[in-house]
T-cell receptor, first 109, second 115 residues
Framework: GQSLEQPSEVTAVEGAIVQINCTYQ??????LSWYQQHDGGAPTFLSY????GLEETGRFSSFLSRSDSYGYLLLQELQMKDSASYFC??????????FGTGTKLQVIP | DAGVIQSPRHEVTEMGQEVTLRCKPI?????LFWYRQTMMRGLELLIY????????DSGMPEDRFSAKMPNASFSTLKIQPSEPRDSAVYFC?????????????FGSGTRLTVV
């Protein structure tokens, strides 16, 4: 089966940098994704890492270490609108995508 | 493109009634997924289709749940009979590939309340 662990809540100050970690267990591995979900909204895709290293997309970056079964999402220059839940999701055996339980990020002034 | 379209947005029904949720995926997306989201269990994959064919329905809770995809532009998730524990937000998502490389595009969801 597949399982993921990520912190349930994180609080950070506007303008700062925050890192949301994710560890996973899976039989077979294709990649690790990140999604953002605002309260009452739908999850929206942020990034996908299939290989080790850092992928940067604007203020957001995502990192993967396959040997450690670990990844993180890095958000820079935090804005109030970044307050949302962030989910990591692993694509494992049979290309099945399993989502983590989500990290609720609160950005404070 | 209008994105993934789900209907209805909200559904309130009485226990024992039949509920049908509808989804129109993005044109050209070969994969369609039904997810259920609750506070307790998070986002759970119920079933997914590839080219209109059900591939993995191991997440469907029980026989009360069924899903169909009669053509590339329409899918339904049916619950019969509904129970209070089915109350959740049900999302439909579609994608070009199944591995998630380009991400899944989610619809706005259907918030189901069974009383």
């Amino acid at each position: 089966g597949q399982s993921l662990e990520q912190p349930s809540e994180v609080t950070a100050v506007e303008g700062a940098i925050v890192q949301i970690n994710c560890t996973y267990q899976t039989s077979g591995f294709y990649g690790l994704s990140w999604y953002q979900q605002h309260d009452g909204g739908a999850p929206t895709f942020l990034s996908y890492n299939a290989l080790d290293g850092l992928e940067e997309t604007g203020r957001f970056s995502s990192f993967l270490s396959r040997s450690d079964s670990y990844g993180y999402l890095l958000l820079q220059e935090l804005q109030m609108k970044d307050s949302a839940s962030y989910f990591c999701a692993v694509t494992g055996g049979y290309q099945k995508v399993t989502f983590g339980t989500g990290t609720k990020l609160q950005v404070i002034p | 493109d209008a994105g993934v379209i789900q209907s209805p947005r909200h559904e309130v029904t009485e226990m024992g009634q039949e509920v049908t949720l509808r989804c129109k995926p993005i044109s050209g997306h070969d994969y369609l997924f039904w997810y259920r989201q609750t506070m307790m269990r998070g986002l759970e994959l119920l079933i997914y289709f590839n080219n209109n064919v059900p591939i993995d329905d191991s997440g469907m809770p029980e026989d009360r749940f069924s899903a169909k995809m009669p053509n590339a532009s329409f899918s339904t998730l049916k619950i019969q009979p509904s129970e209070p524990r089915d109350s959740a937000v049900y999302f439909c998502a579609s994608s070009l590939v199944g591995t998630g490389t380009h991400g899944y595009t989610f619809g706005s969801g259907t918030r189901l309340t069974v009383v």
